[in-house]
Structures are given as C-alpha cells and as structure tokens.
C-alpha cells in the first residue's frame, strides 16, 4: 500500500513570495489534514478536510494560507505571500475515517525556509 | 481545553538501558491517547494508542505506553533501547472534536 505523498519536499523562497505544496492521500482515505510544524514544537494542525469539505480551520491564517481538497482526493496548500514565521516542515496526513482515535498516517512533509 | 506536556525536551540512554518518556494530558474526560515517533527527514508513525479497557497498551518496535487516569499520564516504556531508536517522539490527544494535539516533542539520543 503506497503512503502518503508530498512534494516537494523542500522549498526556499524570499518572504512576500508565494508557495503551493501539494499532497496525495493513501487511497480511500476520506480524512485529510495539514499541519505545520515548527522547529522545536509538535505539528499543529492548520486544516482537516472530510471528503472535499473543511471540517476545520480554525487555526488556518486565512489571510495568507489557503488550501483545497479538489474531488476528495489530492490536496494542494498555498501560502501567499510568505513571511519569515511560515519556515516550518508542512506535514500531510489522512486518515480512513475522522472519528476519535483513528490512526493518521503522515506524508515525510515539505520543508519551508522563507528568507 | 485539551493540552498534551511532554516535560522533557531531550533525552539520553545508553544502547540496552530502559527508557520512560513522559506525557501528561489535560482533559475533562478521558481521551484518546497516542504516541508517534518521528525520524529525521520523515513524517510521523503512530507507535501505540489507547482507547478503553487495560492500562497497559502495547505498541510496535518492543514499545508500550501506561495509562494513569489519576496522574493524567500517559508514559512511554521500553525495556531496552536500540541504536535505531534515536528519533523524536510525540505524545498526542485527541479529546473529542477530531482534533489531535501534539505535545511539543521528546528527542531521544543514544549513545554507545
């Protein structure tokens, strides 16, 4: 069973630029999250996309950050522009279902330097 | 809220000495309780879980966690560390809700 995919895996640019990472979940997996984790700190979750609709992005910087989840499947996550706080490892994970506990398999995420 | 303390930034054991990680939660209820395991330049891999039922949970790669509802923790054990265990671990909860919280992340070095 493939994993999850994630590309690219690192990434530099100048800060007012912009960035799209894209994510492909395991298959049949209806649950999608984004996460971004800083160096030193755990992931915390950005958004949580059920099928092709978002379930959660209340920690989402949706003056900059946006992401969709096109017929259930692919995901793409796009920071415009970036600032230098947005260096992070972004993590993609999905999940069979989205109940409580249900195990979340991680892609190997991309590494964001913003300079 | 639910929030996950992993007091231990880093840690150091020597290759076949025992190893705790600890974990403590703040939740009203009882929640979901996880622990992943992250090498470099990888995502995360869940170890274990806890759900219900007995205490004591055991996990992949000679790993298991207890559940202490009285100390609201939950520690990670392992009765004899490998060189391949040097990784980062994180404990996590899922309080209800569908959202995991991640503690801050425990890294794990052994030496020779």
């Known amino acids: 069973e493939a994993g999850v995919a994630q590309s690219p895996r690192y990434k530099i640019i100048e800060k007012r630029q912009s960035v799209a990472f894209w994510c492909n979940p395991i298959?049949?997996?209806?649950?999608l999250y984004w996460y971004q984790q800083i160096l030193g700190q755990g992931p915390k979750l950005l958004i949580q996309?059920?099928?092709?609709?978002?379930?959660?992005d209340s920690q989402l910087p949706k003056d900059r950050f946006s992401a969709e989840r096109l017929k259930g499947v692919d995901s793409t996550l796009k920071i415009q522009p970036a600032k230098l706080e947005d260096s992070a490892v972004y993590l993609c994970?999905?999940?069979?279902?989205?109940?409580?506990?249900?195990?979340?398999?991680f892609g190997p995420g991309t590494r964001l330097t913003v300079l | 809220a639910q929030s996950v303390t992993q007091p231990d930034i880093h840690i150091t054991v020597s290759e076949g000495a025992s190893l705790e990680l600890r974990c403590n939660y703040s939740?009203?209820?009882?929640?979901?309780l996880f622990w992943y395991v992250q090498s470099p330049g990888q995502g995360l891999q869940l170890l274990l879980k806890?759900?219900?039922?007995?205490?004591l949970v055991q996990g992949i790669k000679g790993f298991e966690a207890e559940f202490k509802r009285s100390q609201s923790s939950f520690n990670l054990r392992k009765p004899s560390v490998h060189w391949s265990d040097a990784a980062e671990y994180f404990c996590?909860?899922?309080?209800?809700?569908?959202?995991?919280?991640f503690g801050a992340g425990t890294r794990l070095f052994v030496k020779a």
């Open positions: 994970a999905s999940s069979f279902e989205r109940f409580g506990g249900n195990e979340q398999f």
């Open positions: 298959s049949g997996h209806a649950t």
């Open positions: 996309f059920q099928n092709n609709g978002v379930v959660d």
């Open positions: 939740y009203g209820a009882t929640p979901y």
């Open positions: 806890y759900f219900s039922g007995d205490t």
């Open positions: 996590a909860v899922d309080g209800g809700g569908f959202k995991t919280i």
